[in-house]
């Protein structure tokens, strides 16, 4: 992650085109099949306390497993639709214990009876994140 920033703030003097695409990387797709079974994404581990569903509120919970990313101070996690504005949502995570991290979540109804959502999980360290995008699925 800090290594991450380093070469980013290099980029910033490189010019501002790099910048832009510093800060704007993007994110590779997860696609957790079953994210009540829990999926493991890069350094984190993604589960939920039961099947996701809309209006059903339910337990995200985010564990560290990189060390480098341990010294989170900050965690959020977002969620959306590809192709669709569902609105902020955006979910602050609480430090439960080391590396543990928790959010209760309560995802709208889509209009269109979609099931596919995006979670974009944002790691803050000081003036260093890391992002992931996981694909999951609601049920019902
Ligand atoms: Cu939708």
Known sequence: MK??????????????LLLNACARAPETMHDCADISAGCRVDGVYVSSNHPPQILKPFELRMEIHDPALITADQVYASFGMEGMEMGLNRYRLIKKAEGLWVAEVNLPACVRGWADWTMLLELHDGMHSQRFMIGFQTKG
């Open 3 to 16: 290594r991450a920033a380093m070469i980013c703030s290099r980029a910033v003097l490189a010019g501002a």
